[in-house]
C-alpha cells in the first residue's frame, strides 16, 4: 500500500476515534488540519481550564476510639451544573502524613477500582460528600489529612490536621 494511502487510512481513523461519544479536548478544526497534512499548534487544540473557584473542597476529620473518619466535602459555588469526569472509579483519595511530610496512610492502598470513565453531574449550589474510614491506625502525634478529588477536569485537595495520641 502506497504510503499516501497509509496515511490517509490513519488519519481517518483517528477522526472516527476523536469523534466518538466520549469527552474529548479535540475539534473538527483539529481533525481536519489533521487530515490535512497540517502540523497541529497550540491554538488547533482549545484547552480551557476550568476556573478553580468553581468548587471548594473542605475536610473534616474525627478520631474515636482506635478510629479516625474523615469526610470531604465538594460544593459546586455557581449557579450552573457541572459535570465532574473521572478517569476510573475513584472518585476521591485520602493520604495521611507526619508532620515531616512523610506518608503514613492512603485509603486507595490496595482498592481495586474499575477503569471505565464516568461523569457525575453536580448541581448548581450542590454539595458531594466522600467518606473514609482509617481503623486503627498506628501513627501517633500531628497528622495531615490530605483529600483530593480525582477528576480529571475539576481536581481538588484539601487539608485538614489532627492529633493522635
Not at 27 to 47: F, I, Y
Not at 118 to 136: E, M, T
Request: glycine share 8%.
Amino acid at each position: 500500500m502506497h504510503a499516501r494511502h497509509v496515511l490517509g487510512f490513519v488519519a481517518a481513523v483517528g477522526l472516527a476515534y476523536a469523534c466518538g461519544t466520549r469527552t474529548h479536548p479535540f475539534s473538527m478544526a483539529t481533525a481536519a488540519a489533521a487530515t490535512n497534512g497540517g502540523g497541529l499548534t497550540t491554538d488547533a487544540v482549545s484547552h480551557r481550564a476550568p476556573d478553580p473557584a468553581t468548587l471548594e473542597s473542605t475536610t473534616d476529620v474525627s478520631v474515636s476510639g482506635e478510629d479516625v473518619h474523615f469526610v470531604m466535602h465538594v460544593t459546586n459555588n455557581t449557579a450552573k451544573k457541572l459535570e465532574l469526569t473521572f478517569p476510573s472509579g475513584q472518585t476521591h483519595d485520602i493520604t495521611v502524613v507526619d508532620a515531616a511530610g512523610t506518608e503514613v496512610w492512603r485509603w486507595s492502598t490496595g482498592q481495586m477500582f474499575t477503569q471505565a470513565l464516568r461523569n457525575q453531574p453536580l448541581d448548581p449550589r450542590g454539595a458531594l460528600s466522600y467518606s473514609v474510614h482509617w481503623r486503627r491506625p498506628r501513627a501517633h502525634g500531628p497528622l495531615t489529612a490530605i483529600a483530593t478529588l480525582t477528576s480529571s477536569n475539576y481536581p481538588l485537595e484539601s487539608r485538614a490536621g489532627f492529633a493522635l495520641p
